[in-house]
């Protein structure tokens, strides 16, 4: 359990804070409400009639005393265990006959209680102080814990065994593990952004070759329907097309005979005559398939580019593949970011979770008395004081059930 | 101790009264939300205390409360005694948080 503790001026204020909350939270916000030393259970009756005993001592500022207490969210307590552990608490504090209400919230995953305190007493008219009331608190909850059977929150009003020096370097090495834990985070984040880009850097090379090489397919099969030698062709027509692409289609279209020796048909009309239209009506076809070829070489150009200019933002080895080998080193930066990853995701699953290590952090650093949280700051570094101040926070919200709501 | 002028109120004066004027300020400084001593200097010195605001209003809250958390013990008693009259207390207990939320 957890018990914070606060002083306030308004009974109106809190009564009314604790049954409705914020405008969204009314619905099935309380779970039962009692009262000790009040006629009556009605909170906005209640926060009246302690306004008005309150009067009864003219100096008093803050009259009102709010404690919360919170059970852990896997402890089953009834309502007759939680109104024991609030009565225990009244008690020990010495406010036993002071008007109360007891407000049981029924709002979060944790079961929690308020207890709305008149400090005024209602007989005598003399203040209650809130002197030491942190220890006594925690004290009374300990041994609820013990006697109710439920979950023990490690504090320093129990483990006396464990100094506080060790409390201190606990809490500091499980911050150095909550830090590694968000850096890790971070790296992974970034590792699975730069996998996901050399992926898509790959696929699109991959797409880029296959569409160059089955262009050239094509252009080969053409080529031995226009030339006795198709290879020789290719070779010239590729050569002229390095040079200038468009004329080179051009000339295969018009003047195929430019890059090589042209098939032929015999025609028997008398006299021997060899016949090449066939070949030139080919190579019209021809001329597309080159057009294919050049631009699909231009593409793969253009890919293999833009994966160099990629490589270079996220790489600062700062070399220069050639065409050939951009394919493979793409692959290769996609083999490391995933080893990166694998390594990355070893490391998390040796550590604890990380929210699992943010809820135990934040109720240590909770349970550390503003000195003694002081000190931490002599074993961390800056960056984790600030992380640590943050956890604590948030504990106090969660404590009072607010969770950054009042 | 407050400083008033760069002075530290550190002097101190015994007065007289007799029982029914010292009730009459006790009385009136109650009615003013202050302090007694509070309420004679400020008196004393020529300002007239005002009175707090529901002062009236608190203290019949207060008187009636106190009878309405016993009258709430006893109607409770009753019930789990099983007594023939525990229904009145119950009513009486209504009727008191009634006339406690009519008092402004």
Not at chain 1, 190 to 209: K, T
Not at chain 1, 241 to 260: I, L, S
Request: charged letters at 30%; a neutral charge; glycine letters at 6%.
């Amino acid at each position: 359990m957890i018990g914070v503790s606060s002083s306030n001026k308004s009974f109106r204020a809190l009564a009314r804070y604790l049954v409705e909350g914020r405008a969204e939270e009314a619905e099935n916000r309380v779970a039962w409400i009692a009262s000790r030393n009040l006629p009556s259970d009605d909170p906005e009756l209640a926060a009246r009639i302690m306004r008005a005993t309150a009067a009864q001592n003219v100096r008093v500022k803050e009259p009102v005393y709010h404690v919360a207490l919170s059970f852990d969210p896997g402890d089953v307590v009834d309502r007759a265990a939680m109104e024991r552990v609030a009565d225990r608490v009244v008690e020990t504090l010495g406010l036993q006959e002071q008007q109360v209400l007891i407000v049981a919230h029924a709002d979060r995953d944790h079961p929690h209680v308020h207890l709305l305190i008149n400090r005024v007493h209602p007989e005598t008219g003399k203040v209650w102080s809130r002197w030491q009331d942190y220890p006594a608190i925690q004290r009374v909850l300990r041994e609820e814990e013990e006697a109710l059977g439920l979950r023990r929150v490690p504090g320093r009003f129990t483990e006396r065994a464990v100094s506080e020096r060790d409390v201190t370097k606990g809490l500091a090495d499980d911050l150095q593990t909550y830090e590694r834990l968000v850096e890790i985070g971070r790296q992974r984040y970034n590792v699975e952004l730069e996998s996901a880009a050399a992926q898509a850097r790959l696929a699109q090379l991959d797409a880029a070759a296959e569409r160059a090489r089955r262009a050239l397919d094509t252009l080969k099969q053409s080529l031995r329907a226009v030339y006795r030698d198709p290879d020789h062709a290719l070779g010239s027509f590729l050569a002229a097309a390095g040079k200038d692409p468009a004329a080179a289609a051009r000339q295969m279209q018009e003047t195929p005979e430019r890059f090589g020796e042209l098939l032929t048909v015999d025609r028997g009309m008398g006299r021997s005559r060899t016949d090449d239209s066939a070949a030139r009506g080919t190579a019209r076809t021809a001329a597309a398939a080159g057009r294919d070829v050049i631009e699909a070489e231009r593409a793969f150009r253009v890919a293999i580019a833009q994966a160099r200019n990629g490589r270079r933002k996220e790489t600062t080895d700062g070399s220069d593949q050639e065409p050939a080998d951009a394919q493979a080193a793409v692959r290769a930066d996609l083999q490391r970011t995933q080893v990166s990853l694998g390594k990355l995701r070893d490391e998390e699953q040796r550590l604890p979770g990380l929210h699992l290590l943010e809820r135990a952090l934040a109720r240590g650093l909770w349970e550390l008395s503003p000195p003694e949280f002081n000190r931490l700051r002599l074993v961390v570094t800056g960056a984790q004081f600030g992380l640590a101040r943050k956890l604590r926070h948030m504990a106090q919200d969660v404590a009072l059930g607010r969770d950054d709501e009042m | 101790m407050p400083v008033v002028n760069g002075e530290r109120r550190s002097v101190a004066k015994l007065i007289r009264f007799t029982p029914s004027e010292l009730e009459r300020v006790l009385d009136q400084a109650q009615a003013s939300g202050r302090p007694v001593a509070c309420f004679i200097r400020e008196a004393s010195l020529g300002s007239r205390p005002r009175m707090k605001n529901g002062s009236a209003g608190d203290a019949i809250v207060h008187q009636l409360a106190r009878l309405g958390t016993r009258l709430r013990v006893l109607a409770r008693t009753a019930t789990e005694q099983g007594l023939p009259n525990a229904t009145d207390f119950d009513a009486a207990l209504s009727d008191l948080l009634e006339t406690i939320r009519q008092i402004e």
